[in-house]
């Protein structure tokens, strides 16, 4: 992934220096949108052919009659994932509070214009860890990141099991996230059962976006990072998380400003991750090729069992 080949370069610049290209791209991501919500961009719903696949050039959609802003991106939450990412390294990086006040107010603004509800999620989320931030920080033992890896994997794996079928249990927002428990999630456990191997999934391509034009009938974006994984690589995804998941135990947020974003880029990955194939997502691929860079070169000599002692008796 070009988040790992690139992580390497970003340290001997210096993450707190590359400040000066992500405000400005923070500007213009935002000003996209905030523009697209009074014009319609002369790009929008055209799309062009390569071959005999047609692509998308900028997704012209709505959800409940309420236009989907895309911006200067393909599709609506790109653009909000785009404004995320970069307002989450600002948070970080900046020094100056009312500065860095206002630059998630406007992120928070923005990516309610684009309706991207999982995002609107992640961003409420990480609300209340910058607002408690010196609680959360001095307290972080995993935690946070624990909780939202199950739900991450209980639920999918809880569609399969318990059926919902009324659409009366929610109300007309959740219509989306109702369709991933009653539908998409059970048959796309069943199609990588089936059509897979449990101990070995479907291999690249057998879900997302390559499924979508070469085998089109069994056609599902996945909606989720583990059901994403665990297609491509069986039960191993699932392994592989939780270790990213005990080695991010070696971050010290409280001490170092690149381990308190790698841990913020963690919950955002995992949060959005509930409901959305991160890792098809330019962005927050980009975002998962650094935080695995950066967890991978943490101490390469620590013990396991330390760390699952840790998360297991860690000191709230």
């Known amino acids: 992934?070009?988040?790992?080949?690139?992580?390497?370069?970003?340290?001997?610049?210096?993450f707190n220096n590359?400040?000066?290209?992500?405000i400005p791209l923070f500007y213009v991501s935002c000003i996209g949108i905030i523009?697209?919500?009074?014009?319609?961009?002369p790009w929008e719903g055209v799309s062009y052919a390569m071959g005999d696949i047609d692509i998308e050039m900028s997704r012209y959609w709505t959800a409940e009659g309420i236009r989907r802003l895309a911006g200067f991106s393909r599709a609506s939450y790109?653009?909000?994932?785009?404004?995320?990412?970069?307002s989450v390294y600002l948070?970080?990086?900046l020094k100056n509070?009312?500065?860095?006040?206002?630059?998630?107010?406007?992120?928070?603004?923005?990516i309610i214009l684009t309706t991207t509800k999982g995002l609107m999620l992640t961003y409420a989320l990480l609300s209340i860890i910058f607002i408690f931030k010196k609680i959360t920080i001095k307290i972080y033992n995993i935690y946070v990141s624990l909780a939202v890896f199950l739900i991450v994997v209980m639920l999918p794996v809880g569609s399969t099991i318990f059926s919902i079928e009324s659409n009366q249990l929610m109300p007309q927002v959740f219509n989306s996230f109702l369709q991933r428990i009653s539908y998409?999630?059970?048959?796309?456990?069943?199609?990588?059962?089936?059509?897979?191997?449990?101990?070995?999934?479907?291999g690249v391509g057998g879900i997302g976006i390559a499924q979508k034009y070469f085998e089109p009938l069994r056609y599902s974006p996945g909606d989720n990072i583990f059901i994403y994984l665990y297609s491509l690589f069986g039960i191993t995804a699932i392994f592989y998380l939780a270790f990213l998941l005990c080695r991010s135990r070696l971050l010290k947020p409280k001490l170092h400003k690149v381990d308190e974003y790698i841990y913020v880029l963690l919950i955002s990955i995992?949060?959005?991750g509930i409901t959305a194939n991160v890792l098809e997502n330019t962005y927050f691929a980009f975002g998962s090729g650094i935080l695995i860079a950066h967890i991978h070169s943490l101490n390469p000599k620590f013990d396991y069992k330390i760390v699952l002692q840790n998360i297991l008796y860690a000191k709230s």
């Open 1 to 14: 992934m070009l988040g790992v080949a690139i992580y390497g370069f970003i340290c001997q610049i210096g």
């Open 18 to 22: 590359i400040k000066s290209y992500i």
């Open 35 to 41: 523009i697209n919500y009074f014009v319609i961009y």
């Open 78 to 86: 790109m653009a909000a994932s785009q404004v995320l990412l970069l």
């Open 91 to 93: 948070m970080v990086f």
């Open 97 to 110: 509070y009312y500065y860095k006040l206002f630059i998630w107010l406007i992120a928070g603004v923005v």
């Open 184 to 202: 998409i999630w059970p048959l796309t456990m069943e199609m990588i059962n089936n059509q897979g191997s449990i101990s070995f999934g479907r």
């Open 270 to 272: 995992l949060t959005f």
